[in-house]
């Protein structure tokens, strides 16, 4: 599976970004697709996921500002980002899990300027 993400760049606090990833294969043969971030010097850490069945898991210091969506296209996962903060600045990449194999795109960055 291939996977590639897009829509990341500049944005100050309390701004907007949306997150695109585009997949070589529908969701509806993955188990589930997420968004994880991982920031300079840190583990790289779960954003938020949605399983085929459409059920969400979003990390805590995301939930009520970060939307985890998804639809048939080409780009079939989506992260709206609202109220984004400086500590969320980081690189976001797309993960899709297919029988208990994790697959990785190249990340996209996202910096919240104070």
């Known amino acids: 599976v291939q996977l590639q993400a897009f829509g990341g760049g500049l944005v100050q606090a309390g701004g907007s970004l949306r997150l695109s990833c585009a997949a070589s294969?529908?969701?509806?043969?993955?188990?589930?697709m997420g968004w994880y971030r991982q920031a300079p010097g840190k583990q790289r850490e779960l954003v938020a996921t949605?399983?085929?069945?459409?059920?969400?898991n979003y990390a805590d210091s995301v939930k009520g500002r970060f939307t985890i969506s998804r639809d048939n296209t080409k780009n079939p996962v989506y992260l709206q980002m609202n109220s984004l903060k400086p500590e969320d600045s980081a690189v976001y990449y797309c993960?899709?899990?297919?029988?208990?194999?994790?697959?990785w795109g190249k990340g996209t960055g996202v910096t919240v300027s104070s």
């Open positions: 993960n899709a899990r297919i029988n208990l194999m994790n697959y």
């Open positions: 949605i399983t085929r069945g459409g059920t969400t």
């Open positions: 294969l529908s969701i509806f043969y993955m188990d589930a």
